[in-house]
C-alpha cells in the first residue's frame, strides 16, 4: 500500500470511529469538501502535510496521534 493510500485510509478509519462524514471532516477542519474528497481520489497522487495537518486540527488529535499506527509502521522503505 502508497503512503497516501494509507493516509486516506487512517482518515477514513477516523471518520468512521467518530461516525462522521468526510464531507463533515471538510468542515471541521475549514477545508472545501472537493479537498476532502479528492485526498480519497486513487488518481491523486500527493496530499500535503499542511492539508493532512488541518484534518488532524479538525479531529482534535496531533500529528503524532494521526501517524501513530500499525498502517504506517508496516510501510515499506520508499528508496529501492
Do not use: H, W
Amino acid at each position: 500500500m502508497s503512503v497516501k493510500d494509507t493516509v486516506a485510509l487512517r482518515f477514513q478509519q477516523l471518520c468512521q470511529e467518530r461516525g462522521i462524514r468526510i464531507n463533515e471532516l471538510a468542515n471541521l477542519s475549514g477545508v472545501t469538501p472537493s479537498t476532502a474528497y479528492s485526498m480519497l481520489d486513487p488518481r491523486r497522487r500527493d496530499i500535503s502535510i499542511l492539508t493532512i495537518k488541518k484534518f488532524c486540527d479538525g479531529l482534535g488529535i496531533t500529528l503524532g496521534e494521526f501517524f501513530s499506527s500499525p498502517e504506517f509502521d508496516a510501510l515499506e522503505q520508499e528508496i529501492k
